[in-house]
Structures are given as C-alpha cells and as structure tokens.
C-alpha cells in the first residue's frame, strides 16, 4: 500500500480558507487512514422541510468532495460508513432509495475513480444487498482493483460485531479444513465480500501463531493501516459498531456539520486537529520520555503507525 504525494495544485483557492487551514497542515504527518461516520441527512432534510431521502441525496455530493480530497492528500485508506447492519431496520422506502443512489453515485463515479487512480472497496456483508447492487458494486471493484492509489471503502451493511464473528469463523474454518481428510483447499473463502475484499491468507496459522496481526488479516481491511483519524459528523459522540477492532487507537474527531454540509473544509480542520494531538498508544507523552526513546506503538503495528 503506497501513500501518493499530496496534489493540490490549482484545487484549493488561493486566498481561502481552506487555503489557510492546509497551510497550518504538514503534508509529511498525514493520518494514513481516516474513517468517516457520516450522520445528519436526515436532520438536514427535515429542517429544510424535505423528505429524508432529500438528505442522502444531497448527502452524495460531500461523498464526492471529500473522497476528491482524501486522494489529493494523499490519504492511503478513506473509509466511509454509509450503511450499518442496523440501518435495515429503516422504512424500506428509504433503503430502497439509498441503494439506488449508491448505485447512481457508482455509475456516475467510476471513471472519476479510475482517473485519479482510486481502488474502489466494498467492507460488510455485501451478500445482503440486492444482486442489482451487488453486481454494480462488484464491477466497481474489479475495473479499481489494480490501481496503485487512494483505497476507498465503503461500508455496506456493516457492522463491526459481526465483522469480527465472520472473521472468527474464518479462522476457524481455516483451521477445520487442515485436520479434514484429503483437504488442500486454499484458506479462507466465505462471502461474496470476502471474495472481493479480504485478501488471501498466506497460510493457515497454527493457534500458539496466532496473534491480533493475524487476527487482523481476517478482517475486511486486512492489509490496510488502521484509521488515525475518525470524524462523526452532526455532533454524536457514538462509534455505532464502525470498525470496533480497528479504531482501537484512532484519534475521534467529531463536528457539528450535518453530513451534507461537511465539505473539505471540514476535513482539512479534521486533519489540522488531528496532528495536534499526542498520541501516546498507552505510553508517557514524548516529552517526558528518557531522551532517545520514542513511544512505543502496539507491537503488532509498530510497522504501519508513526507516532505522532
Ligand atoms: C446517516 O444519516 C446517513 C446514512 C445512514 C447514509 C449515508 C448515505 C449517503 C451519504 C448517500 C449515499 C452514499 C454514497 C457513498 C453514495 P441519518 O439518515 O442517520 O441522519 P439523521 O441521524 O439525521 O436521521
């Protein structure tokens, strides 16, 4: 997974405020990973007097804007939450127009995608959704799946719960068809989605082997850094089952702004705040440290994170 070099030239008006606020940003000490819980659409369309569904639909244009601005950063992963396991529970009404604005966003998108070299990325149990949707999804990904760029995931019919059970299951499964008579079948094929997004496990780890890095590579973001940074938008201060193994140490951000509103402005603010914090991954804060010791980040992650 390689990090693009930051290009922002001609994108952000000279004399801005977003000008202003990227020049407070050092492009050197970017999250790698920044995961979005966009909420607020609904909010925004009643106050406005509009059905909800008007929210979503205003609600795609902050998806473009940010994923352009993610990729021009030069962020390796942007992750975005845009349907839970628990959003089944909505009016089907409003399912119904949901998937169909993903796919409108897909159909619209693509080459938009592909032009700036973005890798388009399901997360969740896709084998829920409908097979119209499911199949656009699914060229989405493969006409992506070789570009060297910004990894957009998106959340489908995701819950972090169940992602962990399913990557438990895996293991598991893995484990079973070592023992099983005969069997060399490769390890770990469960889902559509995990056909399209989990890559494959080297090998089958014995159990003394088996740590939370492997245990990470079950997982649908297996391979992909954890996300430093995660934004809420429209002032919750919930996580709603977003990604529960992998936030462990993400620095949270979160911010009035109904998701239709949240423009790059925004994210750049996100970013600005996010490099002042001291992460200390249960360490002491640098400052107090013995000179020349650094913090130590979790073991198992020590390659992807620096410290910041
Ligand atoms: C939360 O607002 C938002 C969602 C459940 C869906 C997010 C979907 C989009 C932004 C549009 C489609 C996405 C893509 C990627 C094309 P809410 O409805 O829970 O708002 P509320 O809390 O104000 O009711």
Sequence with gaps: MSRKTPDLEGYIAPGSEE??????????????????????????????????????????????????????????VLTLYAFSKENWKRPRAEITTLMMLLKEYLRRELQTLVRNDIRFNVIGQMEELDRSVQRELLAGMRETRDLKGMVFNIALSYGGRAEIVEACRRLIRDRESLS??????????ASVASVASIPSIPSIPSIPSIDEETFAQYLYTAGQPDPDLLIRTSGEMRISNFLLWQIAYAEIWVTDTLWPDFRKRELFRAIRDYQKR?????????????????????????????VV
Excluded: C, F
Aim: hydrophobic share 35%; net charge positive; no cysteine.
């Design 19 to 76: 000008e202003s606020i990227v020049r407070e940003i050092d492009l050197t000490r970017l999250p790698a990973h920044v995961a979005i819980i966009m909420d607020g659409n609904g909010r925004w369309a009643q106050s406005r007097r509009l059905p909800r569904v008007q929210g979503h639909r205003a609600g795609i244009e902050a998806v473009r804007d940010v994923v352009e601005a993610s990729a021009r950063l030069g962020l390796e």
């Design 180 to 189: 099983a008579p005969g069997s060399d079948r490769p390890p770990s094929v």
């Design 278 to 306: 001291d992460r200390r991954y249960g360490g002491v804060p640098q400052a107090a440290q013995a000179p020349g010791r650094s913090a130590a980040a979790p073991k198992e992650n020590k390659e992807k994170r620096r």
